[in-house]
T-cell receptor, first 110, second 117 residues
Framework: TQLLEQSPQFLSIQEGENLTVYCNSS?????LQWYRQEPGEGPVLLVT?????EVKKLKRLTFQFGDARKDSSLHITAAQPGDTGLYLC??????????FGGGTRLMVKP | ETGVTQTPRHLVMGMTNKKSLKCEQH?????MYWYKQSAKKPLELMFV???????ENNSVPSRFSPECPNSSHLFLHLHTLQPEDSALYLC????????????????FGSGTQLSVL
């Protein structure tokens, strides 16, 4: 069974700070997805990374897929309270059976 | 309404009760899923339906019984639950079951927060 480890588990920062969260595995993935889950809601897909070394940007969020396609990172620049939530990485088995990591719970204080 | 709608949003039940969770998707998707989200565990896939047929049952106890009467509706029937079954139950849908296509996307509902007393 492939295992996704996310770190840190919890992160509390002030508005305006930068942060990076990680999603690691010993297995190679064809692709990884990042989701954000806001309090009281279901996860929402942010991005899918496919190619080793790929970098994707979504406004202040920068996603990177490791060269060996075993890990991924999410960097947030100038965090805002609206970024608060649970950030989940997931890989997609055949048949769209998503397997999730444990998540990083981010709180951005005003 | 658009997207994936789950009802109720919150449910408190005793261990001897029988209740049902409902999920409806308005996206014209062919695949629907139940996930369980506990406080101390990653999201766990419970059941998968494709074109109203169950294609995955992830070793879920029989006290959870899914039903998919059509491609837009999914139910989770609950009976004689245990306190450790307290969790957020999330429904999701996707256009089709993918064959590992990286850009397939799951759309989640807001979940039902279940407390078993």
């Amino acid at each position: 069974t492939q295992l996704l480890e996310q770190s840190p588990q919890f992160l509390s920062i002030q508005e305006g700070e930068n942060l990076t969260v990680y999603c690691n595995s010993s297995s190679v993935f064809s692709s990884l997805q990042w989701y954000r889950q806001e309090p009281g809601e279901g996860p929402v897909l942010l991005v899918t990374v496919v190619t080793g070394g790929e970098v994707k940007k979504l406004k202040r969020l920068t996603f990177q897929f490791g060269d060996a396609r075993k890990d991924s990172s999410l960097h947030i620049t100038a965090a805002q309270p609206g970024d608060t939530g649970l950030y989940l990485c997931a890989y997609n088995n055949a048949g769209n059976m998503l397997t999730f990591g444990g998540g990083t719970r981010l709180m951005v204080k005003p | 309404e658009t997207g994936v709608t789950q009802t109720p949003r919150h449910l408190v039940m005793g261990m001897t009760n029988k209740k049902s969770l409902k999920c409806e998707q308005h996206l014209g998707h062919n695949a629907m899923y139940w996930y369980k989200q506990s406080a101390k565990k990653p999201l766990e896939l419970m059941f998968v339906y494709s074109l109203e047929e169950r294609v995955e049952n992830n070793s879920v106890p029989s006290r959870f019984s899914p039903e998919c009467p059509n491609s837009s509706h999914l139910f989770l029937h609950l009976h004689t639950l245990q306190p450790e079954d307290s969790a957020l139950y999330l429904c999701a849908s996707s256009q089709d079951l993918a064959t590992g296509t990286p850009n397939e996307k799951l759309f989640f509902g807001s979940g039902t927060q279940l407390s078993v007393l």
